[in-house]
């Protein structure tokens, strides 16, 4: 099947989020959109990280950036206002700013200040087939916006030591947004990121995350690359930079087997993640659970 196949007739809007830094989630955000814009797809990439490295990473100085999702978060600025257009055909970009690091703060005291992504949303996503949203390496309300708005959610894990971190902590809450927020969220995949074959580690990775998580991971795996850690200073994804490296191969495929998942004909995306037990992570690597009401406005929880 061909990467412009089974063209959805509804907005996909997917969050790509997990808790641990440098997991791969930005690169994986720029490249799989870049890739599915290059499909003839219409993306839209929104940057809810404070740090901007999607942003960047397509190209747009987020020093430069006027206005950026900050405004459409606090002020409920209209999206279409804020959008950026990148160097690859059919992506645009919502960008981020510094000023974001600050709208958590800024939200707290708000009602409904869980649903603030997806209000702003929902009159510009007829446009797009897909909307990608970068998410912070944390469980605040700016995840939680993002897996309100969301009708998926995308998992990149890397294989490296304690590659399970923290994963039953973002299932936990995935079930909670679930719960109380978002009933139809579901989990599109976990991606495995930063493979090195060289390694004996990687592989026993992979194979414990298949046998925990089974048909909820990806078949695609992507390398650990030189090309692909060096595209973001050029400002490029990997399709515009090296599109003849392996990590470029790697994330071509991985577009691929995304839309056979996104295809309700083809399985549709697979149902939450089991929570995971105590057994499948060792005492040093467990992250105890955000209480609810950390995450959740009380009218919420009630």
Do not use: W
Not at 140 to 152: D, F, I, P, R
Request: proline letters at 8%; charged letters at 20%.
């Amino acid at each position: 099947m061909g990467l412009n196949e089974q063209r959805s007739s509804t907005t996909d809007i997917i969050a790509c989020a997990n808790q641990k830094g440098g997991v791969g989630k930005t690169t994986t955000v720029v490249n799989l959109s870049a890739y599915l814009a290059r499909s003839g797809r219409r993306v839209l990439v929104v940057d809810l990280d404070p740090q901007g490295n999607a942003t960047s990473g397509l190209g747009v100085d987020k020093s430069a950036v006027a206005r950026s999702v900050y405004e459409a978060l606090c002020d409920e600025a209209p999206l279409d206002e804020l959008l950026v257009p990148t160097m690859v055909e059919r992506l645009d970009l919502v960008p981020a700013a510094l000023s974001l690091a600050g709208a958590e703060v800024e939200l707290a005291p708000l009602r409904q200040r869980e649903r603030r992504l997806s209000r702003v949303l929902a009159p510009l996503a007829p446009r797009y087939d897909h909307i990608v949203i970068d998410c912070p390496p944390s469980l605040g309300l700016l995840t939680v916006n993002a897996l309100t708005a969301a009708g998926s959610v995308l998992v990149p894990l890397q294989c490296e030591y304690y590659a399970l971190e923290g994963l039953s902590q973002l299932v936990a809450t995935i079930n909670l947004v679930r719960d109380h927020l978002n009933p139809t969220l579901a989990v599109r995949g976990v991606v495995l990121t930063m493979f090195d074959s060289r390694t004996l580690l990687s592989a026993q990775v992979r194979d414990e995350a298949r046998r925990h998580l089974g048909g909820a991971v990806f078949d695609t795996i992507i390398p650990r690359s030189v090309r692909l850690s060096e595209a973001p200073s050029y400002g490029l994804p990997i399709a515009l930079y090296r599109p003849e490296s392996k990590g470029a191969e790697a994330y071509e495929a991985l577009a691929r087997e995304f839309i056979v998942r996104g295809n309700p004909t083809a399985g549709g995306p697979p149902g939450p993640l089991p929570i995971l037990a105590s057994e499948l992570l060792p005492p040093e690597a467990r992250t105890p659970e955000l209480p609810a009401s950390e995450l959740l406005a009380p009218e919420v929880l009630s």
